[in-house]
């Protein structure tokens, strides 16, 4: 009568144990990240800045594929999330390298920048100007390199943008 309740008490283990590692496995699912409200308004600047280029028929080739880079990082594609990478780092180093290519003795222009919002008109020093674009790109740059984005896009999906 005892090696029976034992086998019972064993028994009653492996099911328990059982039973605690197939609650495990479905609590181990991967969960669906969310899309990053900051990468959301990012990708929402990207899109407005490449609607307004293609209206003004401006860098068009420019314009379609950052609209195409917009869309695969919305489609949590990693090759989304590596032309968004490198599209900011590009962007921070151009714009970093502003100041000394307009600062070119032959493309100097003297005074203020003149800037035009409707009917208001602001002059600003270039410093102020810079100062801003960078901090901008610096902003892009820390937005695409933030856990969440990379958790975002998924990394088992392929580098084909168009699946």
């Known amino acids: 009568m005892t090696e029976t309740n034992a086998q019972a008490e ?3 283990v492996t ?3 059982q039973a605690a590692a197939t609650s495990q496995a479905e609590n181990l699912q ?3 990240a969310k899309l990053p409200k ?3 308004a990012l990708l929402l600047v990207l899109t407005l800045a490449s609607i307004s280029g293609l209206m003004a028929k401006q860098g068009v080739l420019f314009c379609m594929l ?3 880079m917009v869309i695969a990082v919305l489609g949590r594609q990693k090759a989304g999330l590596y032309m968004l990478r490198g599209y900011t780092i590009i962007q921070l180093g151009l714009v970093s ?3 000394v290519i307009l600062y ?3 493309n100097l222009v003297a005074g203020p920048s003149t800037f035009h919002l409707g009917d208001w008109q602001g002059k600003l020093p270039d410093w102020l100007v810079f100062t801003v674009l960078i901090l901008l790109a610096v902003l892009q740059v ?3 390199f933030t856990p969440k984005v990379k958790a975002y896009c998924h990394i088992k999906n392929s580098m084909n943008i168009m699946k």
């Open 104 to 106: 070119d003795p032959d």
């Open 30 to 32: 991967p969960v669906k």
């Open 66 to 68: 950052t609209l195409l």
């Open 10 to 12: 064993k028994a009653q």
């Open 142 to 144: 820390w937005i695409a």
């Open 15 to 17: 099911e328990a144990a």
């Open 97 to 99: 390298l502003l100041p």
């Open 38 to 40: 900051r990468l959301l």
